[in-house]
């Protein structure tokens, strides 16, 4: 199986400040059909996930473009170019590549300072 | 509007027996794979289980493998796990998501549902 890792696990951030996250995957996520299947989700609290980023890099409708997604590979990255109170939650990884298992991180928890 | 809506969760004895329902609307619900995903109490999401449009191929995490079924009613769109056996372990908000995969390109799991909640315990 594929095993995600995500750093920080935690992070707080001052709003209007930039905050990045990591996702590295213990294998080479290839492109299938030329795409990435690297997803990002975020978990807002008390609520169910929502999608973020796929394909590693396209925001899903309605994200906002302070969200971008970058990497290959084995290394992917999520940056937040202004930290908003409404951003607070826990942002995972996964992985659709080698399934099944589908493979999610552990999860990084944003915080506003 | 997609909307995805589970039911069925509860409380159950070690060993006990439950079957989570997730209805869909708002979308072709014969076109899409579907997902159950599962969070045990403050813990990460994990994969549970996958069937595909039409109900002929499933899969399943190890840690339920023999003991969970996923199937599904295109007539009346919905998805449900059947649960056996279930152990403490299988403690968790369980979510229902659909995978937007489309003419064999992948798009992510673009809807999911509230989470309908288990707990196996005596």
């Known amino acids: 199986d594929i095993v995600m890792t995500q750093s920080p696990l935690s992070l707080s951030v001052t709003p209007g400040e930039p905050a990045s996250i990591s996702c590295r995957s213990s294998q080479s996520l290839l492109p299938i059909n030329g795409y990435i299947r690297l997803d990002w989700y975020l978990q807002k609290p008390g609520q169910s996930p929502q999608l973020l980023i796929y394909w590693g890099s396209t925001r899903a409708s309605g994200v906002p473009d302070r969200f971008s997604g970058s990497g290959s590979g084995t290394d992917f990255t999520l940056k937040i170019s202004r930290v908003e109170a409404e951003d607070v939650g826990v942002y995972y990884c996964m992985q659709a590549v080698q399934t099944p298992p589908y493979t999610f991180g552990q999860g990084t928890k944003l915080e506003i300072k | 509007e997609v909307q995805l809506v589970e039911s069925g969760g509860g409380l159950v004895q070690p060993g006990g027996s439950l079957r989570l329902s997730c209805a869909a609307s708002g979308f072709s619900f014969s076109s899409y794979w579907m997902h159950w995903v599962r969070q045990g109490p403050g813990k990460e999401l994990v994969w549970v289980s996958r069937?595909?449009?039409?109900?002929?191929?499933?899969s399943y995490a190890e840690s339920v493998k023999g003991r969970f079924t996923i199937s599904r009613d295109n007539a009346r769109n919905t998805v449900y796990l059947q649960m056996n056996s279930l152990r403490a372990e299988d403690t968790a908000v369980y979510y229902c998501t659909r995978d937007s995969y489309i003419s064999e390109i992948y798009y992510g799991w673009d809807a999911w549902g509230h989470g309908t909640t288990v707990t196996v315990s005596s």
């Open positions: 069937i595909n449009p039409d109900g002929s191929y499933t």
